[in-house]
């Protein structure tokens, strides 16, 4: 047996088979060739694969995620049929007597390159497409077939690190846990693994390929992974499991049951979410409402910016699952960690104090309106409230209501029916925003506190940073007296205030927050029942 250390992100533990996640990242060499026809022949096999991984893809996603979803695939099969880009092939295998891999290769950078020096944002975004159809056809020249972890038996998936664009898109019913060997446990990628409910570790720092297929048991708890558990590893992992599974049916029997302490005092309990496909999570664990959506998933799950159209869809369809429970969309927060190709976001020496969130949506303007557009249209739907993220100063608010009625005066003009009033409210994730929450609080209805970022910058540690993490202290009394300092200064303008970072799901802070007076606590759907649990305990008369 081989245990190894890393860091826990997720608690629970599970035993299944280990699954390296492997990007086309291999070095294409240029060969010289002597039979340019079989070469030829060679690229025509690879393309009629590449064309049946497509129809597949698309007849899958068709049913799982609807059509909008789905046409990216139909776009990649006509790519993957286009003329000019096949003939630039054909052309370089025989002109200068190439391998195809190498052939696709320079076809690909050429296109590529074309379309992303184009203005209209459609045809740069076909940049990405290029780019994914010729890593596919050099897979199957290779001789590799699409291995998913979509039609695989459920594994425990082990990578050097991986995005968000890349984690939101793995299929959750087939990971038994997330594996990393970089990465830091406050990372995006990290919360997504507590939002999905799945046991997650990393920091591992290296394990061998070779592994793969091998048994293991992980601990998200401690962070434990035995490799090749031993009998005696087993029996302790099921006592464990077998206790964690107590748990859970107790968990369960508080559903339907309120968020009261036992002196009587009651607060919101609302689930964070990724996107759609979290919605039944957050119901299943009883959530009051949503009180963070991260709509830049739209973004990430996608190869183009979404248009209006497809947002609308997407908040639409959150209002209708909640029924008339609150739904609380926060405008994209990309940047950071959370890099989109298609956004072509500057090189920056620090991106988590630079171009981001609300700085992008100030400085593209009628990119913010055709979100805010497709939040007012889908209003009507639910009871929706805005959120805004990373704000420092009043006058980024103003600029906000500038551009939100602008919006509504498009739709006005258009005839588009919208909901016109409509609760909004800020992040208060920044120290600047928490020491003037005074001044803020009067121009919005609600505050959320993010406790991951106001963390980070109070603290001033980057918490993506692995080395830095001995450092981060989540429970630090500078940011605990930030957050109390922003509760008081909005119940004096009348306005509530919630906690929707992760701090929101530590129960060893949850009566501390309750004392304080916060309104709302916005946690991972798995958590919503554990903390319940925590709040019903408590008696704030002691």
């Not at 030829?40 to 909008?68: M, N, P, S, T, W």
């Not at 740069?124 to 590799?144: F, K, T, W």
């Not at 980057?462 to 001995?470: G, K, T, V």
């Amino acid at each position: 047996m081989n245990k190894i250390q890393g860091k826990g992100v997720c608690g629970a533990v599970t035993m299944g088979k280990l699954y390296f996640y492997k990007k086309d990242n291999d070095t294409i060499s240029r060969k010289t060739i002597t039979d340019p026809e079989a070469e030829q022949q060679r690229f025509d096999r690879a393309r009629q694969q590449a064309a049946q991984e497509l129809d597949a893809l698309h007849e899958k996603a068709l049913r799982e995620v609807g059509e909008i979803h789905a046409q990216i695939f139909e776009i990649h099969r006509m790519m993957l049929e286009d003329e000019h880009y096949c003939s630039s092939v054909s052309h370089i295998i025989h002109t200068q007597r190439v391998n195809a891999e190498y052939a696709v290769l320079r076809t690909s950078d050429s296109f590529s390159q074309m379309f992303s020096t184009m203005t209209d944002e459609y045809m740069q975004a076909r940049a990405a497409d290029v780019v994914d159809i010729s890593n596919r056809l050099i897979r199957c020249l290779n001789g590799g077939n699409e291995e998913s972890l979509l039609t695989r038996e459920p594994v425990i998936l082990v990578a050097e690190d991986l995005t968000p664009s890349e984690t939101v898109q793995l299929d959750k019913e087939k990971i038994l846990a997330f594996l990393t060997l970089r990465g830091s446990e406050n990372s995006h990628t990290a919360i997504l693994a507590r939002t999905m409910a799945i046991p997650a570790v990393v920091g591992l720092g290296q394990l061998d390929p070779a592994m793969e297929g091998k048994t293991a048991i992980v601990d998200g708890f401690t962070g434990t992974v035995c490799i090749d558990p031993d009998a005696e590893a087993i029996a302790a992992y099921t006592r464990k499991k077998q206790q964690e599974e107590a748990k859970h049916r107790l968990w369960q029997s508080l559903r339907g049951k309120s968020n009261t302490t036992r002196d009587g005092r009651s607060i919101r309990l609302y689930a964070n979410i990724g996107g759609l496909d979290d919605i039944s999570a957050a119901l299943q664990n009883d959530a009051g409402g949503i009180g963070l959506f991260r709509s830049e998933f739209l973004y990430l799950q996608n190869d183009h910016m979404p248009t209006e159209e497809e947002q609308f869809r997407a908040y639409r369809e959150a209002a209708e699952k909640l029924a008339g429970k609150p739904v609380i969309i926060r405008t994209m927060d990309i940047g950071a960690d959370k890099q989109i190709d298609y956004f072509h976001l500057p090189k920056e020496e620090n991106p988590a104090l630079g171009y981001r969130a609300i700085r992008i949506c100030l400085s593209e303007p009628e990119l913010f309106r055709t979100q805010l557009r497709a939040l007012y249209r889908a209003g009507v739907y639910g009871d929706l409230s805005i959120m805004f993220p990373m704000i420092t100063s009043p006058e980024e608010i103003r600029h906000i209501q500038k551009q939100a009625e602008l919006a509504r005066q498009e739709l006005q003009q258009q005839e588009i029916p919208f909901r016109e009033h409509m609760e909004t409210g800020i992040m208060i994730e920044t120290p600047a925003a928490a020491v003037i929450s005074d001044i803020l609080a009067p121009m919005v209805d609600f505050f959320s506190i993010g406790t991951n970022d106001l963390t980070q910058y109070a603290l001033a540690i980057d918490r993506q940073n692995p080395s830095l993490e001995a450092f981060y202290q989540p429970h630090h009394e500078a940011v605990l007296r930030l957050i109390h300092q922003v509760i008081r200064n909005a119940h004096k303008a009348g306005i509530w205030a919630g906690i929707c970072g992760e701090l929101g799901a530590d129960p060893a802070l949850t009566e501390r927050f309750l004392r304080m007076g916060v309104d709302e606590l916005s946690v991972s759907p798995a958590q919503i029942l554990p903390i319940r649990e925590k709040i019903r305990s408590m008696d704030l008369r002691q």
